[in-house]
């Protein structure tokens, strides 16, 4: 079964304490990105990534960091999380040709 | 910077209703995805759309793309408490592989 996988899927941390969101995909899909979810602001890009060892800033960059290291692991690390960061968080994947996303189920995270 | 918008961003309807949603921009698009979102899930792609004034179908949802490629609508026909969740538009121009979401429509369809 076509998956996107993240994990944890909730996570309630403190300020300042290092985090990584996993995620991962089964589809051998080149581009995978990750987005949080905040009310009346819908879905923002944080950062993407074209294949491996290739990632771009998306629109909300700021305090995040990916790696890609493989084709199906895409982490999203939050080096010293902040309230702001409070947030639902998605993974994504598709081909790049076909515009097509698949979403993980979602992390939902809260700094505390 | 492309102003997107969805409206109305809140919809409580009765089942049996229909209803039409929207999402407009200031800028021309190569082509238009609209998602569903459930509550506790990820988005689920419904549609894409590419050819200005297109029109799809899916059940009792059809989908169109504006002439201009500047505009969207999905209208549901004799919605169903199934078709409540959030609805969101994703248009992507030819710069990238960049897709932004527009704030979304939530709909409720109560029984």
Not at chain 1, 50 to 67: A, I, L, Q, R
Request: proline share 5%; aromatic share 10%; charged share 20%.
């Amino acid at each position: 079964e076509a998956q996107v996988t993240q994990n944890p899927r909730y996570l309630i941390t403190v300020t300042g304490k290092k985090l990584t969101v996993t995620c991962s995909q089964n589809m051998n899909h080149e581009y995978m990105s990750w987005y949080r979810q905040d009310p009346g602001l819908g879905l923002r890009q944080i950062y993407y990534s074209m294949n491996v060892e290739v990632t771009d800033k998306g629109d909300v960059p700021e305090g995040y960091k990916v790696s890609r290291k493989e084709k199906r692991n895409f982490p999203l690390i939050l080096e010293s999380p902040s309230p702001n960061q409070t947030s639902l968080y998605f993974c994504a994947s598709s081909r790049v040709a076909k515009n097509i996303q698949y979403f993980g189920a979602g992390t939902r995270l809260s700094v505390l | 910077t492309q102003l997107l918008e969805q409206s109305p961003q809140f919809l409580s309807i009765q089942e049996g209703e229909n209803l039409t949603v929207y999402c407009n921009s200031s800028s021309v698009f190569s082509s238009l995805q609209w998602y569903r979102q459930e509550p506790g899930e990820g988005p689920v792609l419904l549609v894409t759309v590419v050819t200005g004034g297109e029109v799809k179908k899916l059940k009792r949802l059809t989908f169109q793309f504006g002439d201009a490629r500047k505009d969207s609508s999905l209208h549901i026909t004799a919605a169903q408490p199934g078709d409540t969740g959030l609805y969101l538009c994703a248009p992507r121009n030819n710069a990238g592989n960049m897709l932004t979401f527009g704030g979304g429509t939530r709909l409720m369809v109560k029984p």
